[in-house]
């Protein structure tokens, strides 16, 4: 008879990959439904939630590419990063670098963008409000920086519905945008050449004070410094 440790492993291997061990099935109590059907019904379920839930994570993803080729995506993201953790807020973490290298999402290489910044959405959304000195200014330290090489803000607004899609061209190149934490709301700006200069300067350790009011003024009145 195997340990419980044993089963534990098998039953992990059976629902990541699919592979089912012959003592597995021998362990499972089976009536009118078989031990086999009942193990399927287990990752079925098993594959829906996390699904489900990454579904609900990356919802413009999911618009983007449309419900079948997410489900495959999903399914294929999910054999090979099974969740380490009973958490399932931190799961999807690898899901934008798992886009930009799965191969049948090539011929939309920019969801892969779309999806880093969904999670950045997500995990800002969970961070503690931060608080800083009125009287200093300061880099706000709950920000997402992405440089993209796609015009990421207008695909985000095509893919939230308040722009056409017709009026996003890819040719239209590069396009920087900060995810931004504050007051307790979410925020998504787009940065220019010298914002994000300045943001990435002070992010390698730079000061501040180096530069002019009029240099940040854009900066803070879209919350990327406080």
Not at 203 to 223: H, V
Request: glycine fraction near 4%; charge should be neutral; aromatic fraction near 8%.
């Amino acid at each position: 008879m195997p340990s419980l440790h044993e089963v534990q492993k098998a039953m992990k291997i059976a629902l990541h990959s699919g592979e089912v061990k012959a003592a597995l099935l021998d362990g499972i109590v089976s009536d009118t439904v078989s031990s086999k059907q009942r193990l399927q019904v287990y990752q079925n379920n098993y594959v829906y939630s996390l699904t489900e839930n990454l579904t609900s994570i990356f919802p413009i993803v999911n618009t983007f590419v449309g419900e079948d080729f997410m489900g495959h995506v999903c399914w294929e993201f999910i054999k090979k990063y099974p969740p380490s953790r009973p958490a399932l807020q931190s799961y999807g973490d690898r899901l934008p670098v798992f886009l930009k290298n799965f191969e049948p999402a090539q011929n939309v290489p920019y969801v892969a963008d779309i999806a880093l910044l969904e999670w950045s959405v997500h995990t800002l959304q969970h961070k503690p409000p931060v608080s800083v000195d009125p009287n200093s200014k300061t880099l706000n330290p709950h920000i997402r920086v992405i440089k993209s090489k796609y015009p990421l803000m207008k695909l985000w607004l095509a893919g939230i519905g308040q722009l056409k899609p017709e009026a996003v061209s890819l040719q239209e190149g590069p396009q920087t945008v900060c995810i931004v934490l504050s007051n307790h709301e979410v925020r998504i700006v787009s940065l220019n050449r010298d914002e994000e200069s300045i943001v990435s300067l002070l992010q390698g350790g730079g000061s501040i004070a180096s530069f002019a009011s009029d240099e940040l003024a854009s900066l803070i009145k879209k919350d990327v410094i406080l």
